[in-house]
């Protein structure tokens, strides 16, 4: 398994605004996958971009792949409050089959203030 | 419906004292799962992981330890709390390989 690196550690917007959010990573992948969480919670799974994909739409979130820089960006759109919280990228490898683990960085803090 | 169950959601435990958190999902079949644990202000840190029952693989050496005594069921134990057990316990699960996780909604351990 691999882990992904979150940038910004941390992120301050105001409502309304665009949050860009950073993900590296350092060999090859199946998919890279991004999780949202918020404080006390569990994550919640957002969105998976394949390998052979450069971009995908999920409502106000916009996802880049560059897998040429190893690297991902994660867009939200028109930020409300609500979108306050870690996000975490997870960058799924090609090896380990069934028995494969996710492992997840420190993520990016997002604030969104109203 | 797909669900995850993890209790209890918060605990405070004394040093020395022993622990059993308890996982289930509901709706699929031969899921793999996952015990992680986060720290206050850091990433999520993979302790075990289940491909079927009775089958834990362990990640970190510590006091904890896991078990799958039923298809979608994962508890995690330990004999005698550490201080540093402390922390926030997420139960995870998987069907199939390439798609993502769902997550419970987590178990604040506190050891005092």
């Known amino acids: 398994s691999q882990q992904g690196e979150e940038d910004p550690q941390a992120l301050s917007i105001q409502e309304g605004e665009n949050a860009t959010m950073n993900c590296s990573y350092k060999?090859?992948?199946?998919?890279l996958q991004w999780y949202r969480q918020n404080s006390g919670r569990g994550l919640v799974h957002l969105i998976l971009?394949?390998?052979?994909?450069r971009e995908k739409h999920s409502g106000r979130l916009r996802v880049t792949l560059d897998t040429s820089k190893k690297s991902s960006s994660l867009l939200i759109t028109a930020s409300r409050a609500a979108d306050t919280a870690s996000y975490f990228c997870a960058p799924r490898g090609n090896s380990g089959g069934s028995n494969y683990k996710l492992t997840f960085g420190k993520g990016t803090l997002l604030t969104v203030n109203p | 419906s797909q669900t995850i169950h993890q209790w209890p959601a918060t605990l405070v435990q004394p040093v020395g004292s022993p622990l059993s958190l308890e996982c289930t999902v509901e709706?699929?079949?031969?899921?793999?799962l996952y015990w992680y644990r986060q720290a206050a202000g850091r990433g999520l840190q993979l302790l075990f992981y289940?491909?079927?029952?009775?089958?834990i693989s362990s990640e970190v050496p510590q006091n904890l330890s896991a078990s799958r005594p039923q298809d979608r069921q994962f508890i995690l134990s330990s004999k005698k709390l550490l201080l540093s057990d402390s922390g926030f316990y997420l139960c995870?699960?998987?069907?199939?390989?390439?798609?993502?996780?769902?997550f419970g909604s987590g178990t604040r351990l506190t050891v005092v």
């Open positions: 289940s491909v079927g029952i009775g089958q």
């Open positions: 995870a699960w998987i069907t199939g390989t390439l798609g993502g996780y769902t």
């Open positions: 060999t090859s992948i199946n998919n």
């Open positions: 971009i394949r390998s052979n994909e």
């Open positions: 709706g699929t079949s031969n899921p793999n």
